[in-house]
């Protein structure tokens, strides 16, 4: 097995037995996210970091949210969303936003990511699929991954040359910054 999927497991593994109740809502008044028009955010699902309280204050704060949508090749495109869970189908286990996806990426200043564990250089372990390191290599927004206390890691995580790391990692109660 190797480690990346072993990192993966485990980190499932102690979110199934932790608390799902904590809030990333403190980032929303970070300096990158307050000077934003368009941000790219997520639909938490299961034991990820929830984004519901945040993604409603982004769109209360006058942003314009956009959400991912997988496209049949395993990439992600970008859809408008304005809070209304009508405008949402479900997809296996995640809902996607409908609509059409916006076509100028360089509109998007700032992106929260889904992640299990990022560590103090920026890089990020995600589910495994590529799909957000494919979609963040297009974007030259800020990146922000989304992680619990304690998957926020001193130890270096594995990295492949296709990874893409974040600018910084918020965990529900502090905002780590990394300088590349």
Known sequence: MDEKKQLRDLTR??????????????IASCAEIKSAD????????????????LNEALLRAGK??????MKA??????IGWGGDRKELRKVGKICEPMGEPITDLTAI??????????????AR???????????????SAWKIGLVRAGELVHEPLPVEIHDQRVDAAATPNIITRFTH
């Open 109 to 122: 200043k700032v992106v929260i990511v889904p992640s299990l564990r990022i560590d103090r250089t920026g």
């Open 38 to 53: 368009v941000v790219a955010s997520y639909l938490s699902y299961g034991d990820e970091p929830r984004t519901d309280d």
């Open 13 to 26: 593994r102690e979110r199934a037995l932790g608390d799902r109740k904590d809030s990333w809502l403190h």
């Open 125 to 139: 372990l995600g589910q495994g699929g590529g799909s957000y390191d494919r979609a963040l290599a297009k974007l």
């Open 73 to 78: 090749d395993k990439d992600l495109e970008w």
């Open 64 to 69: 314009t949210l956009v959400l991912p949508r």
